[in-house]
């Protein structure tokens, strides 16, 4: 066979795409995002920006969370006059740090669940379902599909910063009162319903349906069967608290 017939008959290599190209397309073209990832995994850059701009979010928005938590404690039925004083006394304590405190815990928080995320996913896809998937695929399915999250937050935090309030509402618990925000329901729907969270959970189970070969339905278990056994543990949580 001569160079010419095997160069001929070879497969063209295609470029990957630029990181501008996938975070452009991760919102208009998001499938195309993951056959590129089921080629040649690129989990770090996502991860960074995650990282990055949401601990930013979290810096500038922690003291209108703060302020949000004194009028749920200063509202509350459910504590008692000392208990409400304490409450206040602590976070005005911790107002003058505010910004540090959001930015220190939010950074935590992101590496955290971005880890326990891609084990969860990795476990269910993997070893429940018996698919195949590297680390580098699951992480950076997890983590490009997040740039859809990373989106909302700036959103989010536009919105706050211009009501000058942390009950942002674009989510379901728009249908509770004003007053809401203290009810046990409103921070369920506002997260869970949240209209950029249900988004990236699409885009994450059609994209794991991609790596894993799966079904919309089988990769719909991997994402919302550890998302549920987590709501519920929290919700156990929350209650016994």
């Known amino acids: 066979m001569t160079e010419e017939n095997v160069t001929a008959g070879a497969i063209p290599e295609t470029k990957p795409d630029s990181v501008g190209?996938?975070?452009?397309?991760?919102?208009?073209?998001?499938?195309?995002?993951?056959?590129?990832?089921?080629?040649?995994?690129?989990?770090?850059?996502?991860?960074?920006?995650?990282?990055?701009?949401?601990s930013v979010v979290g810096m500038l928005t922690t003291p209108y969370q703060m302020d949000l938590q004194r009028q749920m404690i200063e509202t509350s039925t459910d504590m008692q006059p000392q208990e409400q004083q304490r409450a206040l006394d602590g976070l005005e304590m911790?107002?003058?740090?505010?910004?540090?405190?959001?930015?220190?815990t939010t950074f935590v928080f992101v590496i955290l669940?971005?880890?326990?995320?891609?084990?969860?996913?990795?476990?269910?896809?993997?070893?429940?379902?018996?698919?195949?998937?590297s680390f580098k695929q699951i992480a950076s399915a997890y983590g490009w599909s997040s740039m859809i999250g990373v989106l909302g937050g700036i959103v989010k935090t536009a919105l706050t910063l211009w009501t000058g309030s942390a009950d942002v509402r674009l989510s379901l618990a728009?249908?509770?009162?004003?007053?809401?925000?203290?009810?046990?329901?409103?921070?369920?729907?506002?997260?869970?319903?949240?209209?950029?969270?249900?988004?990236?959970?699409?885009?994450?189970?059609?994209?794991?349906?991609?790596?894993?070969?799966?079904?919309?339905?089988?990769?719909?278990?991997?994402?919302?069967?550890?998302?549920?056994?987590?709501?519920?543990?929290?919700a156990v949580l929350s209650m016994a608290l």
């Open 21 to 54: 190209s996938m975070l452009v397309n991760i919102f208009l073209e998001p499938m195309k995002v993951f056959r590129q990832i089921q080629l040649k995994p690129s989990w770090l850059v996502p991860f960074v920006i995650m990282v990055v701009v949401l």
């Open 94 to 104: 911790a107002a003058p740090f505010a910004h540090w405190i959001g930015l220190g």
């Open 113 to 133: 669940i971005f880890f326990v995320a891609v084990g969860l996913l990795m476990l269910m896809g993997n070893v429940i379902l018996g698919g195949e998937a």
């Open 174 to 234: 728009i249908l509770l009162p004003a007053d809401g925000f203290s009810s046990p329901l409103y921070g369920v729907l506002n997260s869970v319903t949240d209209i950029f969270f249900v988004w990236q959970m699409v885009v994450l189970i059609f994209g794991l349906a991609i790596l894993y070969r799966f079904s919309k339905g089988r990769a719909a278990a991997v994402v919302l069967i550890p998302l549920a056994v987590i709501g519920g543990v929290i």
